[in-house]
């Protein structure tokens, strides 16, 4: 996608095809609504139902399970949204499965916001030491002071991290829609390299473990 906001004539053919091909398929419901919310503003219902179902059909199943198995008590997801990938991984390593969110119209276990001191210190007291804690697409709506926070708390936890792949083929106009509520991407790499994160890439979406 190029940087200009006027579309060349081969990004618009591109984009007519695609929606043409989306509103005769099966997923015509999920690409409607992810529209309403690219074009309209952002619109978290119509942002979360296709975010699921792009997870459960192209991630879940790229994600390298082994490396948790036998290991974890429980998945903990925070911005859970409607929950695809601690749902998914639960079931996959039959656990028990806690989600947190600030939104309670997404309807989690604990309603918090990690951004607070309050959200805080509610997840200190949820938190178990085996628990895997899970994230997608998250960090990047997050103020970097309290990521910070945050990964300190979680300094001892299983951790698996998604965000989208901002430097691969698709990630401009990711960047660019995204900024425009204020998301933030420049330190995750960093956060990555300090926090002794491996990486594993689902493109365009990459994953760090530990
Ligand atoms: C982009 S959505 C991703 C949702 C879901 N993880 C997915 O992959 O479909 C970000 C989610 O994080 C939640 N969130 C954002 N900031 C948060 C905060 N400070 N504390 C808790 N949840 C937060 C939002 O309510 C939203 O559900």
Not at 74 to 94: D, T
Not at 116 to 123: M, N, R, Y
């Amino acid at each position: 996608m190029s940087s200009q906001t006027t579309l060349t004539k081969q990004e618009v053919d591109l984009l007519y095809h695609l929606l043409r091909k989306a509103a005769v398929s099966s997923e015509r419901d999920v690409i409607g609504k992810l529209a309403k919310h690219l074009l309209q503003g952002p619109w978290y219902k119509g942002l979360l139902s296709f975010s699921s179902w792009y997870g459960r059909t192209y991630l879940l199943e790229r994600i390298p399970w082994h490396v948790w198995e036998g290991e974890v008590s429980r998945v903990l997801e925070l911005g859970a949204g409607y929950g695809w990938l601690g749902k998914g991984l639960s079931k996959k390593l039959k656990v028990p499965y806690l989600s947190v969110d600030k939104r309670k119209e997404n309807k989690p276990h604990i309603v918090l916001d990690l951004e607070t001191w309050a959200g805080i210190e509610k997840l200190c007291a949820i938190l178990g030491r085996e628990d895997l804690v899970v994230m997608s697409d998250l960090l990047h709506c997050m103020e970097p002071g309290w990521v910070l926070e945050l990964m300190d708390v979680l300094s001892e936890n299983r951790l698996l991290i998604l965000e989208y792949d901002v430097q691969g083929e698709y990630g401009e106009s990711f960047v660019q829609q995204t900024s425009q509520y204020g998301c933030n991407f420049g330190y995750l790499d960093v956060l990555k390299k300090t926090k002794g994160l491996s990486t594993f890439y689902i493109y365009p979406y990459k994953g760090w473990y530990r």
